[in-house]
């Protein structure tokens, strides 16, 4: 029976070769060779529940990527669904939407100075989306239909005003916030105001309607608060753009057919897309707010491709666009950097997951 | 050395140890013919040692040795199983057979498949060990050909059996009564009772309770383990109330005709504890659900003709589930679902033995699902499933083969929109063994199964979530393995070793994984995955002397499941979520005369939570070791037993899904009256 012998011996051998051969895969990274200075912070949401929110840091002089900047420098993670993050002097606020917490960090030593808990009196998190900044306050919308204010001296919450239902976006004109209300948890009922809150008595003065599911504003120098709606993400009701003038507080134009999911307005120029998340359609456009046309129909003139456009904006010190890609929402994406004549300057790919907003230093 | 090494290190000593025993004692059954004993533990040792397709069974004697609560505890110990535990008592728990996923398992109860079209999961923690004969997970198929066409129709079966009434020395009643109690508030008191009605007739009643606060501390990391900060949280949200009530008739017609009749009713009412979020413990989890299932399913098999077997098998289903959430800030302020699902089931099968060694059987079922559920603008899904199926059969002292060719059919309608697709295909199946010596029990297999599963009600309907475009799944399996047996009275009373290397590769893949709760699914589409895989399995017994007895025994998966869908994609070549490219189980014990005690272990290698193989995706490999020790005591007419559990030794809050840490050490008593 010497042939059972060999086949246990083949058993064995099976085992042995059998062992955990599966290693951590390097993020394939390659820097821009692009001669700048400055740096940028792009902070990236990761997945819903998987707490992997990150902050990435680029140095463009010394060429130093660090991906987990917030964890290095802290020893803890951000989170889960970092939303939002704004420069205000020398600190930078990062929303954190399912963890409800505001991370206060230092914007040159990426060190935090304060968490700051966003909860109701019942414990209920509110759920922090969006943060803008004026006069030594960070305004705050909260999912939970409120609008909170930040004194950035005490870092402390200092009042509380009711919007409309599930906040997203926020901008301030004429000495007025104006909240976008989307109703986004009440699907297929959406809400379709957005909130004017006076800044001074911190009040709010009225709802102006506008489109279905309103999600981001931003406003320009000449007072008017550009809205893009979401609609229910069909073609039945596609997204919407619309112009409210906040001197009378309505809405005084509808941009039919310009369905814009997401914008940024920089000297009174309009960055904006649309993405369509059935087909993959999407398209880049620049309009202008003075003229209230658009400029270019397609923003990106060599032969570039975004697939899954994920953010946009403008870096203030050079007027270069920055897009951020994601990469089927479930891996790691890159950022595109344009100049404003829509030329590609550069990537950098594979730098978080999800990535959402970017700050960018001096 | 971290947990993952030591646990494997322990797998290969367990294995290592085996094999070379059998290589000593070897010499020793050359001369001792093997001897077949008619119990039932030999018949398990043999079918997994004859079968063409790998088949792994537990019985009752082994269950009992394996620290097991629920079923899914006991599932961990086959080999080729990922069981997917988001921890507690009341956690979900799922089987996924070789990286196929858990919509690719059948689990059937005596026989006749627990379906659930919503989701296509069966939480297998939900089925409790109590009144339970035997648990078998089959891939391919098995040999049986004499069964509904069902348990033709999927890459794996899980199959669990309940107890037939044991009546010994014609007592008219008999029994068994018991409670377990241990840590995190658990309190599980059961009962069977076995009763004789007339000549023909027995029945079985059981039941039992189940409730725990389920409440334990955990140690949450917030970045890298023992290099980043940290805190000590207690999960909560994890309590448990479930009620089991089942009840049974068996008849023997006549001598060529027999029967079962059986009802069975489960309620439950759980928390849902949810993912531990960062800075966000306390207010997290405050989901809840409560599950309410009802299923009579009858079962009648006759020899017609001498030659000619019929069985007929048919069943009723019904479930209803509700989930609340309270703390989701819509203008509501909660979110409440009601869910309720039906199917009915009618199967009749002939077997005709042709010749000896040749038979051949066809079977014809119908099944009709419907799921309702009051969320907006729902389609209220109807399916109609057909499935046919003949198979033939070769068995002779050397070769055992089988084949078979399956044809499904759907139709299905819905109320609003429009309803997926009908689908009609046919699957094949072949498989044979061979016994190439003599001498040796020593047997080599090979199968080959083209499947597919249909997408759930879920994946086609849910709202936003739902695509009634979806192709059903398909998956090929190959294997080829070898199996070896040796029993005698003496040192070895008996001793298993299975080896089998496969290939499968799936096709229109739909990858479900909760991303926002445990409850709700979000689809993801893989494509394609490749999955190469070693299943080893050891298994003996040694008799120390008269009384005493050593098992040992142990089980090796490794499995290459990789994402081959796009070239171009991030994640291409890499291992799909939640799969360890090595795990496996180990036991030992040793039952004396006047106790037992028994060790085991489940260990796994780390797996990654998403798509992408990075560092940071990483879900850290754990082992999972647990003790035992039992006692009976024989009384007049009734014998009581004892045992008591330390389980999760270590007390590691490991993860199986990430952010759903498991308990650490816990302990558990059982004190029982069998009559």
């Known amino acids: 029976m010497k042939q059972i012998r060999y086949i246990l011996l083949v058993f064995l051998a099976l085992l042995c070769f059998s062992c955990n051969d599966m290693a951590d895969v390097e993020r394939e990274i390659k820097l821009p060779e692009h001669q700048a200075t400055g740096k940028i912070l792009v902070l990236s949401e990761g997945l819903f529940n998987m707490n992997n929110s990150t902050l990435a840091y680029y140095d463009f002089s010394k060429k130093e990527l660090i991906t987990d900047y917030f964890l290095q420098k802290n020893s803890r993670g951000l989170g889960d669904t970092a939303n939002d993050m704004i420069l205000y002097g020398s600190k930078i606020y990062i929303a954190v939407n399912v963890s409800s917490q505001i991370e206060v960090i230092d914007a040159n030593t990426g060190l935090s100075v304060k968490r700051i808990p966003v909860f109701d009196e019942n414990k209920r998190a509110r759920q922090p989306r969006y943060l803008t900044q004026k006069d030594g306050k960070v305004y705050l919308s909260c999912f939970d239909g409120n609008l909170l204010r930040i004194d950035t001296l005490s870092l402390e919450i200092d009042g509380m005003v009711k919007c409309g239902r599930n906040p997203e976006g926020l901008c301030i004109a004429n000495e007025k916030i104006y909240v976008a209300n989307s109703g986004g948890l009440d699907n297929p009922n959406y809400d379709n105001t957005v909130s004017v809150v006076d800044i001074k008595t911190f009040k709010e003065l009225k709802k102006i309607k506008v489109a279905d599911n309103p999600y981001k504003v931003f406003a320009d120098s000449q007072g008017d608060v550009y809205v893009s709606s979401r609609g229910n993400y069909s073609t039945s009701q596609p997204y919407r753009f619309q112009r409210i003038d906040s001197y009378i507080d309505e809405v005084i134009q509808d941009f039919e057919g310009l369905n814009v999911l997401n914008f940024t307005v920089h000297n009174d120029i309009i960055y904006m897309y649309s993405f369509d998340f059935n087909s993959d359609d999407n398209w880049i456009k620049t309009f202008d707010c003075l003229t209230e046309k658009v400029i270019s129909e397609n923003f990106i003139t060599d032969d570039t491709k975004v697939e899954k456009p994920y953010s946009i904006q403008v870096n203030p010190y050079d007027g270069n666009i920055y897009i951020t890609n994601t990469s089927d929402f479930t891996m790691t994406g890159d950022v595109l950097c344009f100049n404003p004549d829509g030329k590609l300057q550069f990537t950098i790919n594979n730098i978080g997951l999800n990535s959402n907003k970017i700050i960018f230093l001096k | ?675």
Do not use: C
């Open chain 2, 1 to 675: 050395m971290n947990l993952s090494t030591i646990g494997r290190l322990l797998t290969f000593a367990f294995l290592f140890f085996g094999s070379t025993l059998a290589l000593f004692a070897q010499s020793e059954t050359d001369s001792v013919r093997q001897l077949r004993e008619v119990t039932v533990t030999r018949d398990a040792k043999r079918t997994q040692n004859r079968s063409t397709s790998p088949i792994q069974i537990i019985d009752s004697e082994k269950l009992a040795t394996l620290n097991a609560l629920q079923i899914s505890d006991a599932v961990k110990h086959f080999s080729g199983v990922t069981v997917k535990d988001y921890g507690g008592i009341g956690g979900l728990k799922t089987v996924s057979v070789r990286s196929l996923g858990a919509n690719h398992t059948a689990v059937s109860y005596d026989g006749i498949p627990v379906s659930d079209v919503q989701t296509g999961q069966i939480d297998i923690g939900r089925f409790s060990l109590e009144n339970v004969d035997n648990i078998s997970l089959s891939i391919g198929q098995t040999d049986n050909i004499f069964q509904p066409a069902r348990m033709f129709a999927s890459a794996s079966v899980l199959n669990i059996q309940s107890q037939k009434p044991i009546l010994p020395n014609n007592q008219s009643v008999s029994g068994k009564i018991g409670v377990k109690t241990g840590s995190f508030g658990m309190f599980n008191p059961a009962f069977l009772l076995n009763s004789k009605v007339s000549q023909s007739v027995s029945a079985s009643l059981s039941g039992e309770w189940l409730s725990a606060h389920g409440k334990y501390p955990y140690m949450l990391n917030y970045g890298v383990i023992g290099k980043d900060s940290s805190s000590l949280e207690t999960r909560k949200n994890t309590d448990v109330k479930n009620l089991r009530l089942e009840g049974t008739l068996f008849t023997d017609f006549s001598t060529k005709s027999k029967g079962y009749l059986k009802g069975y009713f489960y309620n439950s009412e759980r928390g849902l504890p949810g993912a531990t979020i960062y800075y966000n413990t306390e207010n997290f989890s405050s989901q809840r659900i409560w599950d309410n299932n009802l299923f009579a399913q009858a079962h009648f098999e006759t020899q017609f003709l001498p030659k000619l077997d019929f069985q007929a098998n048919a069943k009723y289903n019904r479930a209803a589930l509700r989930y609340l959430d309270p703390a989701i800030p819509n203008s509501e302020g909660k979110l409440e679902n009601n869910y309720a699902q039906q199917e009915f089931y009618a199967s009749a099968s002939a077997l005709y033995r042709l010749f000896d060694k040749l038979s051949f059987s066809a079977s014809s079922d119908l099944i009709f699902n419907t799921l309702n559920a009051d969320l907006n603008d729902f389609a209220y899904p109807k399916r109609t499933t057909s499935l046919s199926a003949i198979a033939g059969k070769f068995t002779s002292e050397r070769v055992l083969a089988t084949a078979s060719l399956l044809y499904t059919q759907t139709f299905e309608t819905v109320k609003f929109g429009d309803a997926s697709k009908n689908q009609s295909k046919f699957s094949p199946y072949v498989s044979i063994s061979i016994k190439p010596f003599e001498t040796a029990d020593f047997r080599l297999r090979a199968f080959y199964k083209n499947i597919f599963r249909l997408p759930t009600f879920n994946d086609l309907y849910y709202t936003q979530i739902g695509n009634r475009k979806l192709k059903p799944e398909d998956a090929n399996q190959f294997n080829l393995g070898a199996t070896y047996t040796l029993s005698n009275k003496q040192f070895i009373d008996f001793l298993l070793i299975t080896a089998d290397i496969y290939h499968n590769k799936v096709k229109n893949k739909i990858v479900a994984y909760p991303t926002k709760n445990i409850f709700e699914w979000t689809m993801l589409n893989y494509g394609i995955v490749e999955i190469n895989g070693i299943d080893l399995s050891a298994d003996a017994v040694f008799n120390l002397s008269q009384k005493t007895k050593f098992n040992i025994g142990g089980t090796h998966t490794y499995q290459r499941a990789l994402n081959k869908t796009d070239a171009e994609s991030r994640s291409y070549g890499h291992q799909i979520p939640y799969t360890p490219r090595v795990s496996g189980s180990a036991k030992a014990g040793l039952q004396t005369a006047w106790f037992s005690v028994n060790y085991t272990l489940i260990w796994s290698g780390h797996r990654y939570a998403v798509n992408q193989n990075f560092r940071e995706n990483r879900v850290e490999g754990f082992a999972d070791h647990s003790l035992s020790l039992a006692k009976d005591f024989s009384l007049k007419t009734s014998t009581l037993s004892a045992n008591v559990e330390v389980l999760n030794l270590t007390n590691k809050n490991y993860e199986v899904v990430r952010y759903f840490p498991m308990p650490g050490r816990a302990f558990r008593a059982t004190i029982s009256l069998k009559f």
